[in-house]
T-cell receptor, first 114, second 113 residues
Framework: AQSVSQHNHHVILSEAASLELGCNYSYGGTVNLFWYVQYPGQHLQLLLKYFSGDPLVKGIKGFEAEFIKSKFSFNLRKPSVQWSDTAEYFCAVALNFGNEKLTFGTGTRLTIIP | NAGVTQTPKFQVLKTGQSMTLQCAQDMNHNSMYWYRQDPGMGLRLIYYSASEGTTDKGEVPNGYNVSRLNKREFSLRLESAAPSQTSVYFC????????????FGEGSRLTVL
């Protein structure tokens, strides 16, 4: 079965710092990749997704992620974070197109200090 | 636009009690899911339903049952609650045309004493 690893459990940054959150998955076949965000007290929302094509995908609120197939990675980045980015971020993978079952990573809690 | 609605939002149970979490979506989605979220463990799939009338086990189905009552509704039942089932439960739905984009409810926080 596929698995997703997020090695950063809690990241603390100051406003305007750059962000990179790591995500690695274990599966040799075709995958769809996602980042979800959960703001405090809220439900999960889709941040961005990759199905195919350009490995650099852009999402909402200035986030982007790069799919590197050779490294089985899908890291999330943002050049300059804001206090409102404080949230928990989840990477997720689905095995193939048409299979909506997602496997989530354990999440990274991001705290932005004003 | 309600999206995915879960009830109740909070519940406290004693060990051995039963309860049902209700979920309804108004987006005409085919697929529905129940996840549990625990600190340090992310979200784990309990059960899912790819279409009305079908259900399948996810990663952690033990101690739970589900019913896909119709296309809109997908309920999760705990027959005999255990402290290990203390968690936040999320219902979600999706459509095959947007594979992997799950729409989540606001969650149900369950405490089993």
């Amino acid at each position: 079965a596929q698995s997703v690893s997020q090695h950063n459990h809690h990241v603390i940054l100051s406003e305007a710092a750059s962000l990179e959150l790591g995500c690695n998955y274990s599966y040799g076949g075709t995958v769809n990749l996602f980042w979800y965000v959960q703001y405090p007290g809220q439900h999960l929302q889709l941040l961005l997704k990759y199905f195919s094509g350009d490995p650099l995908v852009k999402g909402i609120k200035g986030f982007e992620a790069e799919f590197i197939k050779s490294k089985f990675s899908f890291n999330l980045r943002k050049p300059s974070v804001q206090w409102s980015d404080t949230a928990e971020y989840f990477c997720a993978v689905a095995l193939n197109f048409g299979n909506e079952k997602l496997t989530f990573g354990t999440g990274t809690r991001l705290t932005i200090i004003p | 636009n309600a999206g995915v609605t879960q009830t109740p939002k909070f519940q406290v149970l004693k060990t051995g009690q039963s309860m049902t979490l209700q979920c309804a979506q108004d987006m005409n989605h085919n697929s529905m899911y129940w996840y549990r979220q625990d600190p340090g463990m992310g979200l784990r799939l309990i059960y899912y339903s790819a279409s009305e009338g079908t259900t399948d086990k996810g990663e952690v189905p033990n101690g739970y049952n589900v019913s896909r009552l119709n296309k809109r509704e997908f309920s999760l039942r705990l027959e005999s609650a255990a402290p290990s089932q203390t968690s936040v439960y999320f219902c979600a739905s999706s459509n095959r045309e947007n594979t992997g984009e799950l729409f989540f409810g606001e969650g149900s926080r369950l405490t089993v004493l």
